[in-house]
T-cell receptor, first 110, second 112 residues
Framework: NAGVTQTPKFQVLKTGQSMTLQCAQD?????MYWYRQDPGMGLRLIYY???????DKGEVPNGYNVSRLNKREFSLRLESAAPSQTSVYFC?????????FGSGTRLTVV | DQQVKQNSPSLSVQEGRISILNCDYT??????FLWYKKYPAEGPTFLIS?????DKNEDGRFTVFLNKSAKHLSLHIVPSQPGDSAVYFC???????????FGSGTQLTVLP
């Protein structure tokens, strides 16, 4: 049982480049989330999807877009990367109160 | 404004003693509170939760206490073990999608 799988694990981008972070869960959870974690801070919610076909903004959505491709997959896209988006990104899924997290994507924008 | 605060960035405890991690919140609409444990280069893993209508929840060595009037919760780990050394995040659940708002974390170090 893989849980929540994120790809890639590491990525270096140049300012202005675009990329998509992929996330898939195999627990048949309805809700999925993208968080970012910066040094000395907790995780902050970027976007979430309460169910297949719906997406909503979280606390820090600027510069990002998401797609809930189906019940299993929830992707995060950076259209024009900026150094301020250097962070560790975590995807999570949930059926109740408990979020299950992936192992993260460490993104550096230079 | 931080709705969930963990004011102690770090805590060191001797093995076998009690670890107490604290968390304060401001939003009365939070209906569940959770503690997550995080090791370096891994995602957070769920530890224990408590409903806003309860004041205590236990799971083995871990107990969470909730004081609603003070908007304060704490995680007690007894006895502490070296494997408990990690960053502990307090989180509050809200909304129909059960989104989480996290505190900034406390690095717990359990000394052998």
């Amino acid at each position: 049982n893989a849980g929540v799988t994120q790809t890639p694990k590491f990525q270096v981008l140049k300012t202005g480049q675009s990329m998509t972070l992929q996330c898939a869960q195999d627990m048949n959870h309805n809700s999925m989330y993208w968080y970012r974690q910066d040094p000395g801070m907790g995780l902050r919610l970027i976007y979430y999807s309460a169910s297949e076909g719906t997406t909503d903004k979280g606390e820090v959505p600027n510069g990002y877009n998401v797609s809930r491709l189906n019940k299993r997959e929830f992707s995060l896209r950076l259209e024009s990367a900026a150094p301020s988006q250097t962070s560790v990104y975590f995807c999570a899924s949930s059926q109740n109160i408990r979020n299950t997290f992936g192992s993260g994507t460490r993104l550096t924008v230079v | 404004d931080q709705q969930v605060k963990q004011n102690s960035p770090s805590l060191s405890v001797q093995e076998g003693r009690i670890s107490i991690l604290n968390c304060d919140y401001t939003n009365s609409m939070f209906d569940y509170f959770l503690w997550y444990k995080k090791y370096p280069a891994e995602g957070p893993t769920f530890l224990i939760s408590i409903s806003s209508i309860k004041d205590k929840n236990e799971d083995g060595r871990f107990t969470v206490f909730l004081n609603k009037s003070a908007k304060h919760l704490s995680l007690h780990i007894v006895p502490s073990q070296p494997g408990d050394s990690a960053v502990y995040f307090c989180a509050a659940s809200w909304g129909s999608a059960r989104q989480l708002t996290f505190g900034s974390g406390t690095q717990l170090t359990v000394l052998p």
